[in-house]
């Protein structure tokens, strides 16, 4: 429960129980902390009171409503922080982080033993069969963190033979760079100024590393791309200036994926006279799944390893304490 800006504690509530026909009750063998939870931890965005949070999510289903037909109880399942039937016609057109009865997972708060998910046959994804312990990490990063990324690549447009440079070294960030490199980009530039994350963005696929950032940092793209900047450019901090770095490093009719709730107002006349291509917004994580439980269940991709820091649920304060002051790219919590 996050009570106020610092201040998280662990606390005992009654168990979820079936609200609507259409839910799922899941058991939580992890669960984590999203860099997004940050902002209100760090007063950036108002607390009013004690409220639930967390919205990753992988567990066992252990109920289901009576209109649940596809999630069975022992299944192993994988949600996105939107609730979505997906079946209406915003999700058809791949777009479930808007689906006409999306629901916030981050209300219900997932930070926890167990949970209830809504519109359980829409949003979640079940594995082919219970995996194995070393798989969950992966599996709780392409409930958020990977779906992000795989997202702000995509809506960048990476495709083989581009230019792609990445503005934040956090864990979407990094997963940006994974998913760069498995949709066939050439060159891969990652923005970071801490050694182990680059080193981890290079193991990803990133092929240099650039430390100057702003307007710095944009020269420094140019400089790589004979004075032109990125074909594709994915926005993964949520700033003013992480956001104009990214307008400022991308080409003239190049793409700019934002996955970053952008935090402060943005020039129009810079925005206009770039020619850029922006597409973002909440990711459709649950579009992704599919693909992205395949990936990891053939041990394909390794997303899971950008938790550098694992704790019991109770040590949860300390887990935020350490991702605010940049001790941890992303923590698992272990209930």
């Known amino acids: 429960m996050l009570h106020a800006p610092g201040d998280v504690r662990l606390e005992q509530r009654d168990d979820p129980t079936i609200i609507e026909p259409t839910d799922a009750i899941i058991r939580l063998p992890a669960t984590c902390i999203c860099g997004s939870d940050l902002w209100p931890y760090r007063g950036i965005e108002a607390v009013e009171e004690p409220a639930p949070i967390g919205h990753e999510y992988v567990g066992i289903v252990e109920a289901v409503g009576d209109a649940v037909s596809t999630i069975k109880p022992g299944q192993f399942v994988i949600g996105s922080f939107f609730a979505s039937d997906n079946t209406c016609e915003i999700c058809r057109s791949g777009y479930q982080s808007s689906c006409i009865h999306r629901e916030l997972m981050g209300a219900i708060g997932t930070q926890a033993e167990l949970a209830r998910v809504p519109l359980a046959d829409g ?82 696929g990133a092929t240099e590393i650039i430390e100057e950032r702003g307007d710095e940092g944009a020269a420094r793209i140019k400089e790589l791309t004979d004075g032109l900047g990125a074909h594709s450019v994915v926005e993964a ?90 001790r941890a790219i992303k923590t698992l919590l272990c209930p």
């Open 123 to 204: 949003t979640l994804v079940a594995t082919p069969d219970v995996p194995s312990d070393d798989l969950i990490p992966s599996f709780l990063a392409a409930s958020d963190v990977l779906g992000t990324g795989w997202f702000g690549a995509v809506a960048a447009e990476v495709a083989p033979g581009k230019s792609v440079a990445v503005v934040g070294d956090g864990a979407v960030g990094l997963l940006a760079v994974l998913a760069a490199k498995h949709l066939g980009a050439e060159r891969i530039i990652a923005m970071s100024r801490h050694e182990s994350r680059q080193k981890l963005a290079l193991e990803f």
């Open 237 to 326: 901090v949520g700033t003013r200036e992480s956001m104009m770095q990214a307008v400022h490093a991308t080409r003239p009719g190049g793409h700019i994926g934002y996955v970053g709730v952008t935090h402060g107002d943005l020039p129009g006349n810079e925005l206009f006279f770039s020619h850029s291509h922006l597409h973002g917004g909440p990711a459709p994580v649950r579009r992704f799944l599919p693909q992205l439980i395949d990936l990891i269940w053939n041990r394909e991709i390794d997303p899971g390893r950008v938790f550098d820091l694992t704790l019991p649920l109770a040590e949860v304060a300390e887990g935020y304490r350490a991702m605010d002051e940049r």
